[in-house]
Every structure is written in C-alpha cells, then in structure tokens.
C-alpha cells in the first residue's frame, strides 16, 4: 500500500467561523465523492493552510464535526504572495490506499480553480465554480 496526496482549495466568502468551516465541510465533502473509497481510518494525515487574511478559527474544525476523530489534523498559514488569491483555503489529504496516483482525483472549488489550472477533467481533476 502507498500513500497518495489529495490536493484541493477553496475560496472562503468571509472571514468568519461559519464561513470558513462552511468552506471546508464542502470541499471535504467534494473530495470523498471524487475519490470513492477514502475512508477516515485509512488518512495518514491532513494538512489545511489558510491565506494570512483568514484567522477566524481553525478549518481542522470542520473535519472534527465531520467525524474525523482520530485523523491527525494540522492547520498552518499560507505565505503571503503579492497579488496572490485571498481568502483561500487548501487542503492536503495524505491517504493509504493502492490506488494509483493518476487515478487520485484532486479537487479546486470557486476562485480556487485558477490556482492550478492545469489541472481540469481530464487530468483526474475536479473543478467545480
């Protein structure tokens, strides 16, 4: 078995509680319908950054109330980028699983989309505005 990265972001409307563990919920959400199968217990871990204007509570939250107990969790800040996106939030899902790289669907939400626009249907992406 190996362990596979599963990359996704999202823009956040505000820089609230419920918008940002809203935010999340939905792209945690859209992340198990791409990648059937991905169970909580089989997450080695999951790492979440947020842009420097986002700091109204921490998007490991959202995963907690999603029944994500014993996942280990780890909240970090974006670097500041001039001219970079605001307001987005990421997530890197470390996930043991035999399936393939290529057959790992990542997923980019809203404005989020534009950060890795290589990346479409084609590419085992998820892109949804």
Known sequence: MSTRGIRGAIDVEENTTESILSATRTLLKQILRSNPGLESQDIA???????????????????????????????????????????????????????????????YLGAAVSLRPDLNIEHQAVIVQ
């Open 45 to 107: 871990s999951i790492f979440f950054t947020m842009t420097p204007d986002l700091t109204a509570t921490f998007p490991a939250l959202a995963a907690r109330q999603m029944g994500w107990v014993d996942v280990p969790l780890l909240c970090y800040q974006e670097i500041a980028v001039t001219d970079s996106l605001s307001k987005i939030l990421r997530v890197l899902i470390l996930w043991n699983t035999d399936r393939l790289q290529k057959n790992i669907r990542h997923v």
